[in-house]
């Protein structure tokens, strides 16, 4: 019969010749083989002050994106809280007052944007439901907390900063977006 | 007077000198064991990990003291301060170094100079099998009565063979006294190279007296939960822990004076150093060895798996003892023929 693959091995029971029943060439033998491993580059990454890179598909922490000039893109029209499989997010919609535009880019914004962060698969099925562009999963990592309700994350602190240098940037998974 | 306040001086000395060693072999084992594994180890504590000893210790305090209720509580206590007296007493009949003289007094580095200093050392090692079998037999735990019937068995069993290993280096320098022995291995003349055999022997019992991989049964995880100490905690698990450790450094300590050659090392008293300094330089050299020896039993630790319980006394029994045998009686044969 042909083996399957090429890693069959025949299994011979033949009895260990002296030298090998001695032992002690084999225990030299391992010990060269760790002593060996003494001076190899260690994997080790040292966490908080060097981080690992991310793959451009990782879905981490999420950013509700302003536009252009400002704006919250959110218009809170609910397809990301319907699309969630884990029911984490929660959103109340609110009307534009005249004066507003500077802030929210449609008639109709979030006044709450809640994730809770503890619910949260990080599937990404939000970002794909969104018509707006508004929410994207980031590569950031969501923070470790004593308290549950410290990971209910509110719109403070998900919406980007205003200021263009402190945007959060989410082109490559923009660009994965519309691969998809 | 004047002696008692020399010698207790060296008894502290040595305790502390012991204790500090063994608290960084445990930052030493744990660093050498991420260095064999590619990684990088214990290093947040201090500069390059070097508190991680004194953060174990504090953790070690302020666990909880728990002793299982249907323990034997004297005996339970006894266990790890039988296996932590045993280990230190060792260290006195260790030569350190050549006699130092301070203000015209000769002071030897040696707390005490036995004639039968194998004797006692043979004698106080066997004795620490004792807090092994007290601890596991008083935790009224079957694990920790198996690993104490383990630990008692291996140590019978390959404390013949280190015995007789003994004997046959007893007979190649007609001395009992450690600093005899010693002395007999000025200018090279070390013991290892008369008694290679002995040695190869005497080193396979110090892992298994010592408790160490490969014969480290007694504390076998994946057999007994965690040994003779599955029901300690706190200070009292850190006394069994640190047992091993200071075992470790006697082992060491022990094995340089008897067949490395101790303080000495070839050339020491051509260099030109007065007598002190050469005696203080000998005592670094000691230590020397003994940093090799250690880094010899981590280095094993982390390389060879455990042996089996029936391959434990079948090596033993059956191959060790026989070989020690023989390696009596040719040393006896040799030394009749040569005079």
Redesign the interface.
Known sequence: MHPLSSRSRVVVNKTMTFWERLYLPAIVGGLWITFRHFFYKKVTIRYPEIKRIFSPVYRGLHVLKRDDLGAERCTACGLCAVACPAEAITIDAAERKPGEEGLYREEKYAAKYEINMLRCIFCGLCEEACPKQAVYLTDRIVPSSFERQDFIWGKEKLVEPVEPEKRVDVSIRHYFQKEA | MLFWIEKISLVVLVFCVTLVIAMYATLAERK?AA??????GP?RAGPFGLLQPLADGIKFFFKEEFIPANADRFLFVLGPCLSMIAACMTTAVIPWGHDIVIFGQTMALQIADLNVGVLYLAGVVSLGVYGIMIGGWASNNKYSVLSAIRASSQMISYELAMGLALIALVMHTGSLSLREIVQAQHGGHWNVFFQPLGFLLFLICSFAEANRVPFDLAECETELVGGYHTEYSSMKLGFYLFAEYINMFIASAVMSALYFGGYHFPGLYHIGLSDNSAALVGVGVFFLKIAAFMFFFI??R???PRFRYDQLMRLGWKILLPLAIANMIFTGFLSLLLG
């Open positions: 050498f260095f064999f594994q590619d990684r990088i290093d280095w094993i982390w390389t060879l």
